[in-house]
């Protein structure tokens, strides 16, 4: 196995690797063999729902997610009070008008409490709430060139419309973007990082493609502001040189960083794995089985993109589902809570 290091020796001094008992543990800790079944779907079937980032906030939890409606996508939010029902509250991230923007707004709220175990709940900055979306102007799934933007909210669980900028945090279009995003960018993360290995607060990573290595990676970036950004390192931190390793995840399960992420077509279908690291720059890859892979019919197709919580003793795996009933947001668990 090859770890990919996201940085150039003289960035940062090289950590350790993560051991591979060290891996087995996590592995047993974060493994969710229990699927629950569909827990969010568009009542309109035509409609696509994608991506959960999962949050608590005033004793209630709520998931945004966003849906492909085949003409781009928005962003939505839901509420739940036990993680398995779920009901949608409106959208946050809608369509405009003659923007760079203007037909694709897939977001992901930022500076979620990465603490596995913890409270989940979102840190505001600078007195407002945070999200980093997925943007074009292009209709289509995917379609055109996609970049990253920042949108941002005074109220985090009102299904009201966040506020966006004028102009993208990171193009493929930029002046620094490197061998392997330089064709388009995809789902971002953004979390705080309170040791700052990186030597900044902010990290964000995020999928991208290249217009001659035609696979996505997972690549870095890091800020002090939360507005302006630096791409980090040469390198990818995840990739496997073919088809998708996307959609990052972290939790810090005690002095590990852990990254659930996606793969696919490197191996068939689309499936959840994770790697671990003790900085966040230098990652191992888990060389065993998946945490999530295609075994029921509404996840026969793809089972992937990826968000873990740790609650009451129990690992919630929410993911999304692609088979007979369209794409929807399923969940796996540690525990069987069918009964």
């Given amino acids: 196995?090859?770890?990919?290091?996201?940085?150039?020796?003289?960035?940062?001094?090289?950590?350790?690797?993560?051991?591979?008992?060290?891996?087995?543990?996590?592995?047993?800790?974060?493994?969710?063999?229990?699927?629950?079944?569909?827990v969010l779907?568009?009542?309109?079937?035509?409609?696509?729902?994608?991506?959960?980032?999962?949050?608590?906030?005033?004793?209630?939890?709520?998931?945004?997610?966003?849906?492909?409606?085949?003409?781009?996508?928005?962003?939505w939010i839901a509420e739940s009070e036990d993680l398995l029902t779920w009901e949608?509250?409106?959208?946050?991230?809608?369509?405009?008008?003659?923007?760079?923007?203007a037909t694709q707004k897939a977001g992901y709220v930022s500076l979620v409490n990465i603490n596995w175990g913890g409270d989940y709940s979102v840190?505001?900055?600078?007195?407002?709430?945070?999200?980093?979306?997925?943007?074009?102007?292009?209709?289509?799934y995917?379609?055109?060139?996609?970049?990253?933007?920042?949108?941002?909210?005074?109220?985090?669980?009102?299904?009201?419309?966040?506020?966006?900028?004028?102009?993208?945090l990171l193009s493929p279009e930029d002046d620094d973007v490197r061998w392997f995003e330089n064709a388009t960018i995809y789902k971002s993360l953004v979390i705080r990082d309170s040791s700052e290995h990186t030597g900044y607060p902010f990290?964000?990573?995020?999928?991208?493609?290249?217009?001659?290595?035609?696979?996505?990676?997972?690549?870095?970036?890091?800020?002090?502001?939360?507005?302006?950004?630096?791409?980090?390192?040469?390198?990818?931190?995840?990739?496997?040189?073919?088809g998708i390793s996307g959609d990052a995840q972290i939790a810090k399960i005690g002095e590990i960083y852990v990254m659930f992420y996606f793969g696919a077509f490197w191996k068939p279908g689309a499936f959840e794995r994770f790697a671990c690291s003790y900085d966040l720059i230098h990652w191992k890859d888990w060389e065993g089985e998946d945490l999530v892979a295609s075994s029921e019919p509404y996840d026969k197709q793809y089972a992937h993109k990826p968000w873990v919580i740790k609650w009451n003793g129990v690992v919630y795996h929410f993911y999304n589902a692609v088979g007979d009933s369209g794409r929807v947001i399923a969940l796996a668990t540690s525990e069987d809570l069918t009964d």
Avoid at 58 to 71: A, L, P, Q, S
Wanted: with cysteine; charged share 25%; net charge negative.
């Fill in 88 to 101: 949608s509250k409106g959208k946050i991230l809608s369509f405009t008008e003659n923007t760079w923007d």
């Fill in 1 to 38: 196995m090859t770890v990919v290091f996201g940085c150039k020796p003289e960035d940062a001094q090289i950590k350790k690797d993560v051991p591979k008992e060290e891996m087995e543990r996590i592995f047993q800790e974060i493994k969710t063999p229990y699927k629950y079944g569909i």
């Fill in 142 to 168: 995917e379609a055109g060139t996609l970049k990253i933007g920042m949108a941002t909210s005074s109220t985090l669980i009102e299904s009201k419309e966040w506020t966006t900028n004028n102009s993208p």
């Fill in 41 to 75: 779907q568009h009542p309109d079937s035509t409609k696509m729902v994608d991506s959960p980032t999962v949050f608590r906030e005033n004793d209630r939890w709520y998931m945004t997610y966003i849906v492909f409606d085949g003409h781009g996508y928005e962003t």
């Fill in 203 to 242: 990290v964000m990573y995020y999928n991208a493609k290249g217009d001659t290595a035609d696979y996505e990676s997972i690549a870095m970036a890091v800020s002090d502001d939360m507005q302006n950004w630096k791409r980090y390192g040469e390198n990818p931190v995840i990739t496997k040189g073919a």
């Fill in 123 to 140: 840190e505001k900055y600078q007195n407002r709430y945070w999200m980093s979306y997925l943007g074009g102007n292009k209709a289509g």
